[in-house]
């Protein structure tokens, strides 16, 4: 057993002092709020669950500051993707990820779900394994020791019956009945499904992932998605999806941009999770999804880095309310305590035990620093969390009871990426 005595901590919704914290084989064996003096190694600064980013491409991490020259749209910017995709090897992307993941560790992320679709050579025939690309990922995780659930995704049409193309050729597996065989091959790695979008699985294969659990689609994300949706089957993507059986609380959309009423009321009654991407949304001009409305109508909330354009989740958290004050031009849509819960969500990705300062709970935790320049004299409270603090901020953080991450490591962890970056792009 080891002890710890956190000065101030986020429980039950709350911040509480001197929390004692008892890890027993990774998980919480005491949570006890008001333990001044607790024999335990003391933990300063305000300590939080371990953040859950439920939607990533470690790949795209390549592209930051890269794709911003010149004017375009998010369909110019896929161009420049694609071009990062067709590049990758498995021993390179196995570097990219391993850089990739400790940014994220050292910004508190805890779990993170993998959007995998780059499944074979860039000419689309399999690699002697056929999962060589998911189990270098799997190698990048264990690692650095963040949690991983790849979310292996379907990828079979460039659009609405179209063939792959150009780098698409290495998503594909041909049908839904492949990649699950393929699928099936994984090992050594916790795995979920993904529907890349309606776009790129036609409507006959979708059958195929009805109770799937977890499974992540990207949903109209640009209002062509929509467009076409209706001109090939005459219903919107997320109509589509419920025709289909895939929405319920075991379904994640991703970024639910550009949604109808029926749409939202659709994702709410059935309990759909939608995970918000707000620096990616941003970054691409993709536009501002109706958050809390979805909220209100009963869907329930997660946040991803996604084209790691940031790769910050208090970023992300915070987003989410500035966004819809620039929509609105009114203030106050989410309390701190919301948008807290929404990034320590990790059920999303199928983890139900971690996300909570909890006995029983896997032992995460991510401790930020409340004196520094962006977090001195905010309160050490929830909205330090949410509306001062960013990843910089982060002093240490924990999975499963091990200590993965601490501030000094930055420097290592930057000149790590930039080689790895540099290697892909060479």
């Known amino acids: 057993m080891t002890a710890y005595l956190l000065e101030r901590a986020w429980v ?27 024999d335990a190694e003391r933990v300063p600064g305000l300590a939080l669950p371990g953040l859950a980013n439920c939607h990533s491409h470690a790949f795209h991490r390549a592209l930051r500051g890269r794709t911003q020259r010149g004017s375009g749209t998010f369909w ?40 995998h679709y780059l499944h074979h ?15 270098a990922l799997a190698a990048a995780a264990e690692e650095t020791g ?27 597996d ?7 065989q393929r699928v099936a091959a994984l090992s ?19 059958a195929a992932f009805r109770g799937l659990a977890p499974l992540h689609v990207h ?13 090939a089957y005459g219903v919107t993507p997320t109509r589509l999806l419920h025709d289909e059986g895939l929405l319920g609380p075991g379904t994640t959309v991703v970024h639910a941009t550009h949604l109808t009423d029926e749409d939202v009321a659709l994702l709410g009654d059935t309990g759909t999770t939608a995970c918000f991407c707000p620096t990616t949304e941003r970054d691409l001009g993709d536009g501002i999804g109706p958050g809390r409305r979805l909220h209100e109508a009963g869907a329930r909330l997660g946040l991803g880095s996604d084209s790691h354009a940031v790769v910050d989740l208090f970023e992300e958290m915070r987003a989410l309310e500035l966004d819809e004050r620039l929509a609105s031009r009114t203030r106050g849509h989410w309390p701190a305590a919301d948008l807290l819960a929404a990034a320590t969500r990790h059920d999303s990705l199928g983890v139900d035990d971690a996300g909570a300062l909890s006995v029983g709970h896997r032992a995460d935790l991510v401790v930020l620093d409340t004196g520094t320049v962006r977090t001195a004299g905010t309160g050490a409270d929830e909205h330090t969390a949410v509306f001062a603090a960013g990843a910089e901020d982060v002093v ?31």
């Not at 420049?80 to 050292?106: K, W």
């Not at 050579?121 to 189990?135: F, I, L, Q, S, V």
């Not at 790849?150 to 179209?162: H, I, N, P, R, V």
Request: glycine share 8%; net charge negative.
């Open 12 to 38: 039950d919704g709350t911040v509480r002092d001197d929390v004692l914290v008892e890890v027993v084989d990774g998980r919480f064996a005491t949570v006890a709020p008001d333990a001044p003096g607790a």
């Open 76 to 115: 110019t910017w896929r161009e420049q993707m694609y071009d990062v995709a067709a590049r990758l090897t498995p021993e390179t992307y196995h570097r990219l990820a391993r850089a990739v993941f400790r940014e994220m560790l050292a910004g508190g992320v805890t779990t993170v779900g993998e959007f």
């Open 121 to 135: 050579r860039p000419d689309g025939t399999p690699y002697d394994d056929p999962n060589a690309m998911g189990h």
């Open 146 to 172: 963040i949690r991983l659930v790849l979310l292996d995704t379907c990828y079979l049409s460039s659009g609405f019956g179209a063939p792959v193309t150009g780098a698409q050729v290495r998503c594909s």
């Open 174 to 180: 041909g049908s839904a009945a492949a990649w699950a």
């Open 188 to 206: 050594g790695v916790r795995v979920g499904a993904a529907v890349h979008s309606v776009r790129a699985v036609p409507r006959a294969e979708l």
């Open 219 to 231: 949903l109209s994300e640009q209002p062509a998605e929509n467009d076409d949706c209706r001109a």
């Open 396 to 426: 240490a953080t924990m999975v499963d009871g091990r200590w993965v991450a601490r501030r000094e490591d930055r420097p290592a962890i930057g000149r790590e990426l930039a080689a790895a970056v540099e290697e892909v792009l060479a």
